[in-house]
């Protein structure tokens, strides 16, 4: 691939295009649970040994999320001591493992096609698993980009991968449409006290027994050519200098950057890792909360509520093909997630922050005013519409610019598992949440809350979060010794 005294440009996308992938994984991982779980409910209320409440239901839909805080918890320990390139492969080989796993997780031991509460407990396992590999890929993947990008389009190019899950997410609707095809989805009626029986099941015989096995396993395509594709790339030239290996620091940075700008680049690098064992505190409190915050915000917001939520909710608006619109708001959030992607070297992190969490509080409070009317149902739809865009501007993909950028050199592995932990935290809290509160107080209310938290998110940016736009990440030292 040609050098230029520039570096190459093909080199530093195919690199970054690799790293992306882990993206895609994250929101096909994610996602996928959306068109299977109603397959997996109907199979496993077939179970003789254990009835398969509401409960069950909603812990397995959502079992995932607590391999994600444990993923992104190691994720700094994992990252600090394999290196960034290793722990992504370790990610990847978790998706698959986890692929496989839920599409069968009989696993050759247990009897084929027998629910019970032993299939029931080895699945989880398997959903668990995948979600470590989601919250390292959440961790790591920004991390990775972050630390092998120019400064000068850095933010651009870990914008891409909050495009990537998006586009994972979108990818995965489609894959699970195409997998059940002619075939009927099951339909599930509520009996009272956590019960519910099967209508018709005759009609849904194969989505119960087959379709959602498909749908998980499809996503060992993917995971695999992750998996495969991530030993191919570099380690990035900031842990290879922070473990002493200069040199193959040095030609990995010329490869991207030019071979003059590799030296002074290494240099600044070098002058920042010199002390190797920095508590995490070195800089002091506001540069870990300020971290804790953004990741904690982007999910207080309460995006998940309509991502998660999105066909029950138009749904419960009236809308005939529910579906539908939810494709259609992905397609929504896609062209909105590339308004970041364009602009954010351009406009900076902070105006794109502010402008999304105003325009996020006004999609949230129009939903408050008028969900429920049926004059008003096609506001309450667009305010829903200019809600989710406004997010995928804005807090979407640059919270995940920010978190990759915003600490030191020496406490980023360690900072950026302790943000992102959180951020899956709150991601449980917001996703467990919504529904009963939803339904014990209102959408007004939980909406009206969502507004009310997008406007504090607004005022933070403002008076706390630091602009970065332009920096290198060794800036990043000096502007928190400022402080």
């Known amino acids: 691939m040609a050098q230029t005294d520039k570096g190459s440009k093909a080199y530093l ?47 397995t839909s959502s079992s995932a999320l607590i391999g994600c805080i444990i993923g992104s918890g190691i994720s700094g320990i994992l990252a600090s001591n394999w290196g960034r390139k290793k722990s992504l492969i370790f990610a990847g080989i978790m998706f698959f493992i986890s692929a496989w796993g839920s599409m069968c997780p009989e696993s050759m031991v247990l009897a084929k096609g027998e629910p019970n509460l032993t299939l029931l407990i080895v699945f989880n396992i398997y959903r668990v698993i995948g979600g470590v590999g989601v919250g390292l890929a959440s961790a790591v993947c920004p991390m990775y980009i972050g ?22 997410q979108l990818v995965v609707y489609f894959v699970n449409f195409f997998i059940l095809g002619d075939h009927i989805a099951p339909a599930i009626q509520s009996i ?18 087959t379709g959602w096995r498909y749908m998980f396993g499809s996503e060992m395509v993917p995971a695999g050519l ?8 570099p380690e990035t030239p900031r842990y290879l200098a922070m473990i002493g ?22 240099n600044d690098i070098k002058n920042t890792v010199t002390e190797k064992t920095e508590r995490l505190m070195t800089y002091g409190f506001l540069c870990i909360f300020v971290g804790i915050m953004l990741s904690v915000f982007q999910q207080a917001v309460g ?9 029950r909710i138009y749904e419960a608006m009236g809308f005939d093909d529910p579906m539908m619109l939810t494709v259609f708001n992905g397609i929504v959030n896609l062209g909105f997630t590339c308004v970041a992607i364009f602009t954010v070297e351009k406009l900076g992190r902070k105006p794109l922050l502010i402008t999304g969490s105003l325009g996020m509080a006004i999609g949230a409070i129009g939903v408050a005013c008028t969900f429920g009317n049926p004059d008003l149902q096609l506001l309450c739809m667009i305010s829903i519409m200019v809600y989710s865009a406004s997010f995928m501007f804005s807090w979407g993909p640059i919270c995940w610019v920010l978190i990759a950028e915003v600490f030191p050199n020496t406490i980023r592995g360690a900072a950026v598992a302790i943000a ?5 935290i709150f991601n449980w809290i917001v996703s467990t949440s919504f529904v009963p509160m939803a339904n014990s107080l209102g959408f007004w209310f939980v909406y009206g809350m969502y507004g009310v938290i997008c406007v504090i998110a607004a005022v933070f940016v403002w008076k706390l979060v630091p602009e970065t736009k332009g920096k290198t990440l060794e800036d990043m030292t000096k502007l928190w010794k400022k402080n």
Not at 192 to 209: V, Y
Not at 420 to 424: K, R, S, T
């Open 192 to 209: 009272g006290e956590g019960m519910n029986k099967i209508l018709n099941p005759a009609e849904s015989a194969w989505a119960i027994e």
């Open 245 to 266: 290996q200069d040199e193959k620091a040095e030609t990995i940075l010329a490869r991207i950057n030019g071979a003059q700008k590799a030296k002074e680049i290494l």
């Open 13 to 59: 996308f195919s690199i970054v295009l690799v790293a992306v992938l882990g993206g895609l994984l994250f929101g096909y991982d994610t996602a996928v649970i959306s068109g299977a779980e109603k397959g997996l409910q109907a199979f496993f209320m077939g179970a003789s040994d254990f009835t398969y409440t509401d409960f069950w239901h909603g812990f």
């Open 303 to 311: 995006i998940n509520a309509v991502l998660y939520y999105a066909p």
């Open 420 to 424: 992102v932990a959180f951020q899956w």
């Open 226 to 233: 992750f998996a495969l594709l991530i030993c191919f790339v």
């Open 147 to 168: 630390e092998i990008a120019p400064s000068n389009i850095r933010g651009m190019l870990v914008s891409w991968n909050q495009f990537a899950i998006i586009f994972g």
